[in-house]
Nanobody, 123 residues
């Protein structure tokens, strides 16, 4: 089965950086569109960043544009989210999602999910 495992979360101060990793197995990673979502307590899961498998087309939520960067390493079957200049409002559980086609910014566009990794940004 396709499995996704997120790592790299933690507690950082505002202005700091974290690099999240999403390791995949059980599928053809290079054929998947990949995305990062996040979910804060009491809120719906929110799109953060996405990357297609062909020509590395990327897109970002307005709230993170210019601060976060999504990238993928097909040789390692891993997608990353580099998060710079973190803010307290970035605090959430971050989830990695995978889909066979470009899923856009909708949860329903992705078929597989990791267990999430907690990111907490203090002021």
């Amino acid at each position: 089965q396709v499995q996704l495992v997120e790592t790299g979360g933690g507690l950082v101060q505002a202005g700091g950086s974290l690099r999240l990793s999403c390791a995949t197995s059980g599928g053809t990673f290079s054929s998947f569109a990949m995305a990062w979502f996040r979910q804060a307590p009491g809120k719906e899961r929110e799109f953060v960043a996405g990357a297609s498998w062909r020509r590395s087309i990327t897109n970002y939520a307005d709230s993170v544009k210019g601060r976060f960067t999504i990238s993928r390493d097909n040789a390692k079957n891993t997608v990353y989210l580099q998060m710079n200049n973190l803010k307290p409002e970035d605090t959430a559980i971050y989830y990695c999602g995978a889909g066979e086609y470009s899923g856009g910014s909708y949860v329903s566009g992705y078929s597989y999910w990791g267990q999430g990794t907690q990111v907490t940004v203090s002021s």
